[in-house]
């Protein structure tokens, strides 16, 4: 037996309502692209003193949540376990969605995405030595493999398909270890400073978008009418659970090292500043603790609300871990003048979203939604039936 797949056939009143509502976002989305792009930088919540902002901490979310359903997809096509293969095709082209959501979201925080295209004139515009050059290579390669991949599934040629997939899967490891060495190799940051960061990028990029993936797997399936077996749900939300596990012990072990004399202040200043309760309560409470009790408890673990539960608290306890990340490593105040305070270079930074960075978040995110959305309604991504399988034709 073969199993089949399909389009999203139809046009239901519900996919008419969601389409407008994704496309109204979007262009809310563009209106904020613009006025950012007249009035300038100054339009973000970012400072001089935290830089980055809102584009940046969706770059890296979004890359992480890529490269953790590309490797996801790994289990039926590279490592062969068939209960996966419904939703390993729809793992892939999420991966390759979320990809493009996340270089967008780093084309905007150029200010001039126009010339973003020099971001790939690899060993002639750029320092070849720099850790965001080297990544322009991988996210680059990253797009064109998976799009290589997914094409490959389509076609239905398995030799070529294995061996695709063991190279996305390879790259996608790549890549997100390569964004985690952004921050794990700069030194004079120390909440970023870190060897294991790319591992824990990693295990996050895994734990992320085995949560979205369940989402996905549940509500695309539920609009569209389909059946799906629950037990692929509970199987991957025991892998989720090894995986919270995991990624719970490499911040801790984090923490741990740089609570050790005599550079402890960043890290006490994260964990009892003025962004302590983005990391305890978004990055542990909703990323680690909870998860890991409603997928331990006896009861709610059997249930696929208990399931859904955990991973969309997962999804979102992420998403507070890499702005845990990136906007107190920034306004941490760097001791360049012990003893002293020097204008504001010395001070404690500030951040707060400004309106037409949440308009470009939101924009960004509806954009991603419906380019998805219509990725199943002209691709091949659902499963349809079991069908016999042809014999060969004989030569």
Known sequence: MKLAFSKMEGQSRDFTILQGVLIALSLIGLAGFFIMYIKGHQTLGSTSVVPWGMPIILAIYLIGLSAGSLILSSLTYVFGKEQYRPVARLAVFMAIVLIFGAMLGIALDLGRPEKSWRLFAFFVMNNMRSMFAINGILYGGYFLISTIYLISIFAEKTNITKMM???AVSWAALVHMGTGAIFGFIATRPIFYSPIKPFEFLAAAMVSGLALLILSIFYVFKFTGRKYDTNVIFSLSRLLLALIAVLFLMVFIDKLTHFYPPHREATIWLLTGPFAWIFWGLQIGCAYVLPLIILIHPRWSKTVKGVLGAAFLVVIGIFGERFALVIPGTAQPLPLYPGHIEGSWGM?????????????????FALMGLIFIWGLKNLELLPVSEVAAQPAAEN
Do not use: C, D, K, N
């Not at 404690?348 to 960004?364: K, L, Q």
């Open 165 to 167: 997939g063991i190279v």
């Open 348 to 364: 404690a930074g500030t951040f707060f979203p400004s309106t037409v960075e949440m308009m470009i978040s939101i924009g960004v």
